[in-house]
């Protein structure tokens, strides 16, 4: 049920080189020094590319997230749309600051820019962005930008592919009171199982069942007709939300709901955030719908030919010119270092992916890949805000924290900024903050057993063993 242009069909390479798809690669994963980056000025330069690049991207999850929130509940909704690289990758170049604005060339771009700009200026002011010149000032980002989309849009995908399922049948546990009706069967354990299996598991699953088929309100209504107890009728009206996301003609994939969201999980997007609601509503803890980067650790970014030239070398790349690929990275790495060599048939690519501090070395066969950007149409119509809770103050509270935390956890070398040595960029916060917690926790539970005299001796007993490393610069 895809189109050509939309990366979330079967068979799509799940990354953010989709033109890769069907080709083998091999995958070298080193210390950043295994590359030798000829000069520190390049160094200095793919560092601040990463952390700009880190923060635009966390910007995008939040803004892409608040957008879908205003309009999902839209009846016109359509999830292909949101969810596509090219609408995320316009979400991802309004984050930034460009010296030129440079004027749209189709009437789907248009129209994606305007409906980003009904919702721009409200969450730049909740993150604490009063004016857009404060965004990160990025030329030439439009490679990196539409690699980053990828990785959104995947991000998407695969969690309604991976989590819808069961998420489904999760509620429907809870909606038909599982747990609490086996529970009240108060007999000898045999007897109880026999009960468990006739009164409740079997007709919950053959529930579930007839609910991944396209089955209509009105014959589960009949079919499940449970008598004064109510569970049934209560679960499929509580259920009707859910059911009415999908149009009256929609076929399932193989006629089963749960080999259609492995397939097509675009299509269920909005299904998926309506079963959230369900749960919250039912005061029951609910799951994640919308995937956030979360970590202040910056995560890794694509490299290829054209983003070494306009970031690293910081010269502009003319559409249509030829990339002479050998040369341009000869002069940022060294070919002589082992990570290059070659390996089974397969040479460097042209590619690396990296965070500043660890880098990902990839070889193929093929090395000149042309990354495709898809294209849609149609938009849909402006739709009040719906949602239960308040992702306002959300954005109000990262806003307030993001800057600092970025800043602890992007510095790599040195003291230049803190002060201090600072932990070790891949350590996180919460890891300390838990360490802490549970030796405070075992210093009360101590306290309780021996007096107060008592002097605690904290070491690492481990340290003789794996030796004592200090923070390095790699």
Known sequence: MDGPGFSGGIGDQQGAIDAMRGERMTVVKESIASINIRRPAYRNRLEHCVKLH?????????????????????????????????????????????????????????????????????????????????????VNSQQSALYEAVKISTAYLNNVRNNFGKRLRQVINVLLNVKARQRALAIDQRAINQAIRREITNPARRFKIALSNRTTIEALHARFD?????????????????????????????????????????????????????????QVRSFCVFPLRQSFI????????????????????????????????????????????????????????????????????????????????????????????????????????????????????GASQTGQFPIHRKLRLSAVINKNRCDQFLIRFLNTKFPNTTTYIMGNWSAPIHGSKNPSED
């Open 54 to 138: 880190h923060k635009t991207t966390m910007h995008a999850y939040r803004l892409l997230k608040y957008i879908i929130l205003h309009r999902i509940n839209n009846d016109h909704f359509d999830p292909m749309y949101y969810l596509n690289d090219c609408f995320i990758h316009e979400v991802y170049m309004e984050l930034i600051t460009k010296i030129q604005e440079r004027a749209p060339r189709t009437q789907e771009t248009i129209e994606r820019r305007a409906i980003i700009d009904q919702y721009l200026p409200a969450y730049l002011r909740l993150v604490g962005i009063n004016d857009p010149r404060e965004l990160p000032l990025m």
């Open 226 to 282: 449970d008598g004064p107890e109510g569970f049934y009728t209560t679960a499929i009206d509580q259920l009707v939300p859910f059911l009415k996301t999908y149009p009256n003609n929609m076929q399932f994939a193989q006629d089963n709901i749960y080999y259609d969201c492995k397939a097509n999980p675009h299509l269920h997007f909005k299904a998926f955030f309506r079963l959230a609601e369900l749960l919250h509503q039912r």
């Open 298 to 413: 910056p995560g890794y970014v694509i490299v290829d030919t054209k983003i070494l030239m306009s970031q690293i070398f910081q010269r502009s790349v003319r559409q249509g010119e030829p990339l002479r690929h050998c040369r341009e990275w000869g002069q940022f790495i060294d070919f002589r270092m082992p990570i290059f060599r070659a390996q089974a048939g397969r040479e460097f690519g042209n590619m690396i992916e990296t965070d500043g501090v660890g880098v990902s070395v990839l070889k193929r066969e093929q090395h000149d890949v042309q990354f495709r950007q898809p294209r849609q149409q149609g938009a849909p119509q402006q739709q009040e805000f719906p949602y239960i809770t308040d992702p306002e103050q959300y954005l109000q509270n990262f806003g307030r924290v993001y800057e600092a935390l970025l800043l602890y956890y992007s510095i790599t070398r």
